[in-house]
């Protein structure tokens, strides 16, 4: 079963504004990270937040991590067309960072 | 530096035949992974392993097997392909932990589109 629920499942939105996503996971965490993937091609790593943490920022990303609510937010700030592709969350698991369970996805879609 | 690479890209196997998909990597990690991810779904984690001789069984393992001989390469393998298994495959490694001992970040293969007919 998927560890993680992301939210939107899909998101449209014009070159220059922000995107946020949200990911919730159900169990005790060790890490929780960011990947993007485009169409066809591999997962690409985004950012690493370690459950210690609450906030990360990496260029125009910016991650959140609430473990009292167990949920995660990406911002992608002043979008572009570039930064179109799924994104997906996943949680490290607290025995064993290693191994990590991914959510579903959010589609992103950055109009010209 | 290549990174992780899978072979091969694409495959059309029929029902019943069996087949090995395989998986080099040149980062010396320690831990490697093999996903599958069907349309509209996050990956699922097959098979993993934490090095070499040391494999284990992740949330959708029936029908696959893997070993892990080498740090390197980390094949998998179909015993006898169903249609169910039609999907794409990644690969991935990582090193294994921090010294706090924390996750570390995957790299992910181009993936392998595998049909079963």
């Known amino acids: 079963s998927q560890q993680g629920e992301e939210d939107p499942q899909a998101l449209s939105i014009q070159e220059g504004e922000n995107a946020t996503m949200n990911c919730s996971y159900k169990?005790?965490?060790?890490?929780l990270q960011w990947y993007r993937q485009n169409s066809g091609r591999g997962l690409v790593h985004l950012i690493l937040?370690?459950?210690?943490?609450r906030e990360k920022h990496s260029g125009r990303l910016r991650v959140t991590l609430d473990t009292s609510k167990k949920s995660s937010s990406l911002l992608i700030t002043a979008s572009r067309a570039a930064d179109t592709a799924s994104y997906f969350c996943?949680?490290?698991?607290?025995?064993?960072?290693?191994?990590?369970?991914f959510g579903e996805g959010t589609q992103l879609t950055v109009n010209p | 530096n290549a990174g992780v690479t899978q072979t091969p890209k694409f495959q059309v196997l029929k029902t019943g035949q069996s087949m090995t998909l395989q998986c080099a990597q040149d980062?010396?990690?320690?831990?490697m992974s093999w996903y599958r991810q069907d349309p509209g779904m996050g990956l699922r984690l097959i098979h993993y392993?934490?090095?070499?001789?040391i494999t284990d069984q992740g949330e959708v393992p029936n029908g696959y097997n893997v070993s892990r001989s080498t740090t390197e390469d980390f094949p998998l393998r179909l015993l006898s392909a169903a249609p169910s298994q039609t999907s794409v495959y990644f690969c991935?490694?990582?090193?294994?932990?921090?010294?706090w001992g924390g996750g570390k970040p995957q790299h992910f293969g181009d993936g392998t589109r595998l049909s079963i007919l």
């Open positions: 996943a949680t490290g698991e607290e025995t064993s960072g290693s191994r990590l369970t």
């Open positions: 980062m010396n990690h320690e831990y």
């Open positions: 392993s934490v090095g070499a001789g």
């Open positions: 937040i370690r459950s210690n943490e």
């Open positions: 169990t005790s965490i060790n890490n």
């Open positions: 991935a490694s990582s090193q294994r932990r921090d010294r």
